[in-house]
């Protein structure tokens, strides 16, 4: 029962560098999210994925990038990374809502925590 | 754009007792899921239960209820027999039925909950 795993799961990074957080899911959903998480801010949506080879922006885009070329997988870069990015990164998957019987709900991974020094 | 508030940053409550988390939105839309999820210590996100606007009825799972509140725009999660494995985040959720932005979760900055012994 992997459903969605996220690696790493912790990170240390200095400011400039660049990296990749790799989300893979083994349920066939359809939908992929990246979001992140601060204290107070509750998870915000940086970018997501409605099929393979589709990508979109959310609320919080600017500095990452993504991408998903297996179904399965979801990629989120950091190009640059700066202090701003330091933050608890979550990975999630769904069915589309119209697919039968389909509840709506987001699968999550257990988060990637990154520090950018 | 839709907004979800949570009013109380953070609430405790006596193991075995009653208590009630408040979740309030904005939305022009007609059609809509709501959601609660929980995020223990160990930080996955774990659906706890879901509304979908079109039922009137309020949803319930165990020990879980909620008091939907279409009019009012208020979907509030009462947690009966409050147990020490309650204690977490609660983020309340809202997510767009169909039309652009759809498929997306926009979640309230959480509500910390704690279960005194």
């Known amino acids: 029962n992997a459903g969605v795993t996220q690696t790493p799961k912790f990170r240390v990074l200095k400011t400039g560098q660049s990296m990749t957080l790799l989300c893979a899911q083994d349920?066939?959903?359809?939908?992929m999210y990246w979001y992140r998480q601060d204290p107070g801010m509750g998870l915000r949506l940086i970018h997501y994925?409605?099929?393979?080879?589709?990508?979109a922006k959310g609320e919080v885009p600017d500095g990452y990038n993504v991408s998903r070329l297996k179904k399965q997988n979801f990629l989120l870069g950091l190009e640059s990374a700066a202090p701003s990015q330091t933050s608890v990164y979550f990975c999630?998957?769904?069915?589309?809502?119209?697919?039968?019987?389909?509840?709506?709900?987001?699968?999550f991974g257990e988060g990637s925590r990154l520090t950018v020094l | 754009a839709q907004t979800v508030t949570q009013s109380q940053p953070e609430m405790s409550v006596q193991e075995a007792e009653t208590v009630t988390l408040s979740c309030t939105y904005d939305?022009?839309?007609?059609?809509?899921?709501l959601f609660w999820y929980k995020q223990p210590p160990s930080r996955q996100m774990i659906l706890v239960i879901r509304?979908?606007?079109?039922?009137?009825q309020n949803a319930t799972e165990n020990r879980f209820s909620v008091n939907f509140q279409k009019a009012a725009k208020s979907f509030s999660l009462k947690i009966s027999d409050s147990q020490l494995g309650d204690t977490a985040m609660y983020f309340c959720?809202?997510?767009?039925?169909?039309?652009?932005?759809?498929?997306?979760?926009?979640f309230g900055k959480g509500t910390k909950l704690s279960v005194i012994p």
């Open positions: 999630a998957s769904s069915y589309s809502l119209g697919t039968s019987g389909v509840t709506g709900e987001l699968f």
């Open positions: 939305t022009s839309e007609n059609n809509y899921y």
């Open positions: 959720a809202f997510m767009k039925y169909s039309g652009a932005g759809s498929y997306q979760l926009t």
């Open positions: 349920m066939n959903h359809e939908y």
């Open positions: 509304q979908e606007a079109y039922k009137q």
């Open positions: 994925s409605v099929g393979e080879g589709t990508t």
